[in-house]
T-cell receptor
Framework: AQKITQTQPGMFVQEKEAVTLDCTYDTSDQSYGLFWYKQPSSGEMIFLIYQGSYDEQNATEGRYSLNFQKARKSANLVISASQLGDSAMYFC?????????FGPGTRLSVLP | DGGITQSPKYLFRKEGQNVTLSCEQNLNHDAMYWYRQDPGQGLRLIYYSQIVNDFQKGDIAEGYSVSREKKESFPLTVTSAQKNPTAFYLCASQEGTVVQPQHFGDGTRLSIL
């Protein structure tokens, strides 16, 4: 069975500093996709970044980068130069065939 | 603009009543999903559909039903058998391949009166 683990229920970071949100996954499939979403207090889910299981380079999207370590089955999200608007819940997710699995989330609070 | 529309934004249900949450997409996506989110929790899959007239149960399908008669529509009915329906419900759609992210609607908050 597929599973996503996010071990940090809450994280604090000072504005303008970088922060790493942890994600580990479990699957026996060779082909899968890993995603990170941001959920502000308003509730909508915002797609941030994607990493494919066959991608050799770590994905980057602006201030977001994904530290993909396939052997360790980890896909950590790195946010550089944190902004106050980054305060939100962050979910790691995995897609295998037709099924999406989400982790429990990490609440990030950016301090001024 | 292309996207996913969920309605209503807020919904109240009386005891013993069935209610239907609407989800419409104009992205021409084959796959559609329904998730339930409880306060401070992650998303749990209720049902998903890969093609029209076909759908599969997710992890918490009991007390819910769906239909997929049209590609753009995937309504969710919360039946009276669902004893604890108060939650935030999110609908999503996706193109068929593993590499594509899900696109989400803005959600419906369901409460018991």
């Amino acid at each position: 069975a597929q599973k996503i683990t996010q071990t940090q229920p809450g994280m604090f970071v000072q504005e303008k500093e970088a922060v790493t949100l942890d994600c580990t996954y479990d699957t026996s499939d060779q082909s899968y996709g890993l995603f990170w979403y941001k959920q502000p207090s308003s509730g909508e889910m915002i797609f941030l970044i994607y990493q494919g299981s066959y991608d050799e380079q770590n994905a980057t999207e602006g201030r977001y980068s994904l530290n993909f370590q396939k052997a360790r089955k980890s896909a950590n999200l790195v946010i550089s130069a944190s902004q106050l608007g980054d305060s939100a819940m962050y979910f790691c997710a995995m897609r295998v065939l037709g099924n999406f699995v989400f982790g429990p989330g990490t609440r990030l609070s950016v301090l001024p | 603009d292309g996207g996913i529309t969920q309605s209503p934004k807020y919904l109240f249900r009386k005891e013993g009543q069935n209610v239907t949450l609407s989800c419409e997409q104009n992205l021409n996506h084959d796959a559609m999903y329904w998730y339930r989110q409880d306060p401070g929790q992650g998303l749990r899959l209720i049902y998903y559909s890969q093609i029209v007239n076909d759908f599969q149960k997710g992890d918490i399908a009991e007390g819910y039903s769906v239909s997929r008669e049209k590609k753009e529509s995937f309504p969710l009915t919360v039946t009276s058998a669902q004893k604890n329906p108060t939650a935030f419900y999110l609908c999503a759609s996706q193109e068929g391949t593993v590499v594509q992210p899900q696109h989400f609607g803005d959600g419906t908050r369901l409460s018991i009166l």
